[in-house]
């Protein structure tokens, strides 16, 4: 991995680019972070994918550019999580995944664990900083929240898209180990990975990821004065054609203001319905 400057500090909010598309995401999610008052160093891991005139926003924004490559694995396992073989062995009935999505960019976000800080909160570029979690740097482990966004019963998986680690080059030794055993296949990628990983995860509470179909189908759970991360899993806020547009409009509107630089009033954001 190849930094643009070093780093400052002892601890990062961590966020991965693979494309054009999540470098927009990246821009908001660096926005709210600036806003939410913290001065952790913020990084975004990046593959040779993003031309460099799209990572001069970031940069701009002050993060740190780490360059970086896809894991080490094997044909057996590129083959195995491919986009078209992934979605047609698991696929997604509740969203529609968009385009850009590329499985096996996923698991680049294990290379947090090369990085040279003690500890890093992950955050997907598809999510926003609603207030200061400067709090979970502090927290012990692995800690990741839950993947709820249907009911109640979905606490017991892992959602990996806001998680809390400290970096170990024999940790990430021990995953890529582990990662492309002979036959590895892992329905979520990572998510499914990092919970078979760290099958004793401590749980992160849910509005430090609350994801935006909870909106739609669990209004009761959703509170804006509770929620500290918000994350825009499936169809993203800056999809031009977007399919439930309608349906989450005031989050989407939500994300637009961060992307634009605006600081939001939180308190007058309407209610779930």
């Known amino acids: ?3 643009d400057r070093p780093a400052r500090g002892r601890q990062a909010y961590v966020t991965l680019v693979t494309n054009a598309d999540f470098a927009l995401g990246a821009q908001a999610l660096l926005s709210s972070l600036r806003q939410s008052g913290t001065e952790a160093d913020l990084v975004v891991l990046h593959t040779d994918a993003v031309a460099p005139d799209v990572l001069a926003p970031l940069s701009r924004h002050g993060a740190r550019l780490v360059r970086t490559a896809l894991l080490p694995t094997s044909d057996a396992f590129n083959a195995a999580h491919a986009r ?6 698991a696929p997604f009935t509740k969203g529609g ?7 096996l960019d996923n698991f680049v976000k294990l290379r947090l664990w090369q990085l040279d800080y003690d500890t890093c909160i992950f955050l997907d570029a598809d999510t926003l900083v609603l207030r200061n979690i400067d709090r979970l740097f502090d927290y012990p482990g692995f800690c990741a929240a839950p993947n709820v966004y249907e009911s109640l019963a979905d606490f017991h998986r892992m959602n990996s898209g806001v998680f809390v680690a400290r970096p170990s080059a024999r940790v990430f030794a021990d995953m890529l180990a582990r990662l ?4 590895a296949f892992w329905r979520r990628t990572d998510q499914t ?6 099958p004793d995860w401590h749980g992160l509470p849910v509005f430090c990821n609350m994801l935006q179909y909870c909106w739609m189908n669990l209004p009761d759970l959703w509170d ?3 929620i500290r991360v918000l994350h825009y899993q499936y169809e993203k806020p800056w999809q031009a054609d977007h399919p439930k547009a309608r349906e989450l409009a005031p989050l ?3 994300w637009h203001a961060y992307a634009e630089g605006r600081s939001p009033d939180l308190a007058a954001l309407p209610a779930a319905a």
């Open 224 to 226: 804006w004065d509770s």
């Open 84 to 89: 078209d073989r992934l979605h047609g062995l």
């Open 193 to 198: 990975f990092l919970q078979a990983f760290f």
């Open 252 to 254: 989407i509107a939500l």
């Open 1 to 3: 991995m190849v930094a």
């Open 180 to 183: 492309d055993s002979p036959g």
């Open 97 to 103: 995944k968009p385009p850009f999505h590329t499985p």
